[in-house]
């Protein structure tokens, strides 16, 4: 059951890492210019009101020290990079091995 969760996860992130990518894509062709958005500005064209929630809730109820070093850093990052490796991360942990039977 939790293989099966972990791959539609997998799907779903590796649905976004696309969207982000093309529109990437579409933008640079328009701008005649490389053009990578990072997750961060991503998250707050879409929705500001959650980004600025998400930083209070680990500042306070976490680590203060996670959010600066670390998020602010995941957040300076492609957004298609970041749903990608999720993709990959969430696809390895729902991996059904095969088995090999012994003659």
Same mark, same amino acid.
């Given at each position: 059951?939790f293989r099966l969760i972990? #791959?539609? /996860?997998?799907?779903?992130?590796?649905?976004? !890492?696309?969207?982000?990518?093309? =529109?990437?894509?579409?933008?640079?062709?328009?701008? @005649? !210019?490389? =053009? %990578?958005?990072?997750? +961060?500005? @991503?998250?707050? @064209?879409?929705? $500001?009101?959650?980004?600025? /929630? @998400?930083? !209070?809730? %680990?500042? #306070?109820?976490?680590? *203060?020290? %996670?959010?600066? *070093?670390? %998020? =602010?850093?995941?957040?300076?990052? $492609? +957004?298609?990079?970041?749903?990608?490796?999720?993709?990959?991360?969430?696809?390895? =942990? +729902?991996? #059904?091995?095969?088995?090999?039977?012994? $003659?």
């Amino acid at each position: 059951m939790f293989r099966l969760i972990f #791959r539609i /996860l997998a799907l779903f992130a590796l649905a976004v !890492a696309v969207v982000m990518a093309v =529109i990437d894509a579409t933008r640079s062709i328009a701008a @005649s !210019a490389l =053009i %990578i958005t990072p997750l +961060g500005e @991503s998250w707050y @064209s879409v929705s $500001p009101d959650t980004l600025n /929630l @998400s930083q !209070a809730l %680990i500042q #306070r109820y976490t680590f *203060p020290v %996670i959010w600066d *070093p670390a %998020i =602010i850093y995941i957040l300076t990052l $492609p +957004g298609w990079l970041v749903f990608a490796v999720l993709a990959l991360l969430f696809h390895a =942990i +729902g991996y #059904r091995r095969k088995r090999h039977a012994f $003659p």
